[in-house]
Structure formats: C-alpha cells, structure tokens
C-alpha cells in the first residue's frame, strides 16, 4: 500500500479483510491467463480463485496505522467481509476506524470460496440480506461506506438500489465474474489446476470492460434516477487511460484498478494519468466534472432506438428535393416544384 502511494496512487483498497483470518487458506497455483488468439504474451483475461487476506486482522490493523501515519493525506479505503453477525460487522468497522481506515467498501461480491457461510457473492445476491447487513455497518461507521456489487446476477441496480436504501454513500462495481479459465488438452483436467482439480474462479482484466461497463451504466442510470448524490466507483477491465475516462463517462465518480497494477506494476498509474489528461484536451475538458456521465443520457431502450430512427427517416424524406413521380406535380405549386429539381 505504501508502494501505491510513492508511485502516486490517490487511494488504496486494502485487500478484503475478517475478524478470523484462520479459517482462510489459500491455494497455489490460483491464477490462469487468458491470452489474445495466437499469442502466448498478449494477457486480455485473468482468473483468480484466491481467497480474501489470510494475514492474521491484528497485523493489518497495525499496517493500517502505519500507513496513515506516514500518508495522512491518502485515502485509506479498508474493504470488510463477514458472517451473517451483527456483533461482527460492528466490531470489524470499529477496529478499522480506530486503526484509521477513511472509508469502508463491503465485500458482497467475492465470486468464489466460502459460499456455506454466505459470505461475498452469496450475500450479495440476496438484496434483503445485503440491506440488513448495510443497515449494521452504516449504523456504526462514522466514514463512508461503500458496497462493492457482484455482476453475477440478474439485475445488479437491484442489490445496489438496496445498499443505497440502507445508508450506504456509494456503490463500487463490478467484482470479477464467476468463470473456468479452461481445459488443458493435453491432461485432460480444468485450469488453475490444484492436485489435479479446480473450482470456479473470478475473471477479471480487459476482456471483462465490456461487461462491466454495461452493468456501471446500469446502476448510474438508477442512482440519477432515485438516488441522485450517491456515489460510484467503477472497475472492472481498467487498463488504460481510455479505459477509464469509459467509465466516467457513463457517470462513476471514481475508478479501481486491480489487475492492471498486477501485470504492469504500480507505475501504471502514471500512464493512466497521462492517457486520460490526453482525452481530456482533445475535447477541451478542464476538469473531470466536466465529462463525468456525458454519455449516459445516449443509452435508451430498443424500443425508443426503432422510434428516434423511423423519425429520422421520415423527416429525411419529407426534406428530400425534387419529385419523384408525376402525380406528385399540383397546380399551385408548380413554378416552385420544377425549380427544385433545377441543378443550379
């Protein structure tokens, strides 16, 4: 976290901690690449099937008070992950406030592990469960709170209309996207492999943009909607300057790289600066603020798509110069009829 900070990273999300860090264990090999078609560089995909920290919550919590000491004007943004227990939440957001975290981002989106004790995206599919949770942690934090939404659901302005509902500032989204990497042909079994056998993973990196860019422009259009003022933070296939200047665009606020720091390390960051100042001039952008969900109001539905092009199509043709048969020809109208089909 400190790296981030000296390379020029604004913020940092640690990585998601529980009171209990005994009951994580984590496996190795838990990663697996996606390349581009006939390469075997070209990384456009990645899979992780990596747990939340396994670092026991004291030593964070005492990493957390360092890095605030010596970075008082960073934000430090601890991302929280629990059991269905009141007395749990309450006391994990108390120790992190206190260890001086500047904001919390809820855990509701964890595709992978853990699932029978309704951690992550197992709690995040269930809108009521996720509010009640909210409801718990908004109730004792006294920083913002955001929750981090999982794509791996129907609708996800529903889940992210329920964080809002019970308090929370803001919503963060995409998480990774439940996935299998692949087979390997030549042994038969499913990659990452581990003793042979693998589970479900979170996919993540460019490939995912696409995907994630849809389900940002989904909860932007809920938040103007019904809850104008909350926040937005968007991730999911950031790579690039360009990449992020798409997401706020359709109306995030702020944007999260994670994967794109582990391919191309921390110094990414001073590329994505320059790539989105670089957009910015070509269009005469000042600040930010000025773009910041400048694309939203062009997504509609089919529906309202067929009726703004039969318009199109009719205005155009009713402007169309000259006639086109002789029965269009009227009595009136004729010096100025023929003088329309006139060349110059």
Known sequence: MKRAF????GAVIAKTVSLDSSKVVNVTPRYAKMFAPG?????IGWENIELISDRPFETMLEEFKRLKAEFPDRVLIASIMEEVNRASWEEIVERCQEAGADAFEINF???????????????????DLLSEVCSWVTAKATVPVWAKMTPNITDIAVPAAA???????GVSAINTITSVMGVDLATLRPQPSVQGHTTPGGYSYT???????AKVMSIAKAIAADHPGASLSGLGGVATGSDAAEFILIGADTVQVCTGVML????????LCAELQDFMRQHDFKSIDEFRGKALPYFTTHH??????REAIAEKKAKRVGLSRDDDWSGDGFVKEAESMVAQ
């Open 6 to 9: 000296e390379d020029g990273w």
């Open 39 to 43: 390469s075997k560089k070209d990384v």
């Open 109 to 127: 989106s964890c595709p992978h592990g853990m699932p029978e004790r309704r951690m992550g995206m197992a709690m995040g599919q269930d809108p």
């Open 163 to 169: 964080a809002l509902r019970a308090g929370c500032e």
């Open 207 to 213: 490939a995912v943009k696409p995907i994630a860019l």
């Open 264 to 271: 191309k390390g921390y110094g990414l960051v001073r590329d």
């Open 304 to 309: 309202e798509l067929v009726r703004m092009q």
